[in-house]
């Protein structure tokens, strides 16, 4: 249920001196999903990555209740060639475990959707690990689709190779 906390949710584009609490929610989400021993960033590969001369166009927000930081979601653009326009990814969003339920992944959700649909994007993607039914209902709760037509693969790279 969404409660007063969440009507004062400040959704903020991360700064490069966020880095060292991206990383920290970064770490925390990792967890969360029981992928902790995936996780080799560090702030300067995120500051690098994020704002640096290695940005190739992921953007990072970060939701408060106050001056609490309560989640992050990193995204960025691909596109759909078949629309003919950009998309919006979604690679991660997060709420921490303490306050769910408060509306605050509603919130975030939600200003992603405002800020593809501003941006004239064709849909907004993301992928959701099978297991997470919690996550899963939520999304469904937005109103969005599973796409069972396809599969995401992946070739994963070597730090020194990218």
């Known amino acids: 249920m969404t409660t007063d906390l969440a009507k004062s949710i400040r959704i903020v584009p991360a700064t490069e001196k966020d880095v060292p609490l991206l990383l920290t929610l970064i770490c925390e ?3 969360h999903v029981k992928l902790r021993h995936h996780v080799v960033a560090t702030e300067e590969l995120l500051r690098r990555s994020l704002f640096g001369e290695d940005r190739r166009g992921a953007e990072a927000l ?3 209740a106050g001056n609490q930081p309560v989640g992050f979601a990193v995204f960025f653009h691909n596109f ?3 629309l003919g326009k950009p998309g919006l990814y979604i690679e991660d969003i997060y709420v921490r475990p303490e306050v769910r339920g408060k ?3 509603k919130a975030m959700f939600g200003h ?3 800020l593809a649909r501003t941006r004239r994007c064709g849909r907004m993607e993301w992928s959701c690990l099978d297991w997470n039914e919690r996550a899963i209902a939520f999304y469904k709760k937005m109103g969005a689709v599973a796409q069972d037509d396809s599969t995401t693969y992946r070739i994963a790279l070597h730090p020194e190779e990218s």
Request: net charge negative.
């Open 112 to 114: 992603l959707l405002n």
């Open 103 to 105: 509306g605050y992944g």
């Open 62 to 64: 970060i939701g408060y």
């Open 80 to 82: 759909s060639t078949f």
């Open 29 to 31: 989400f990792s967890e």
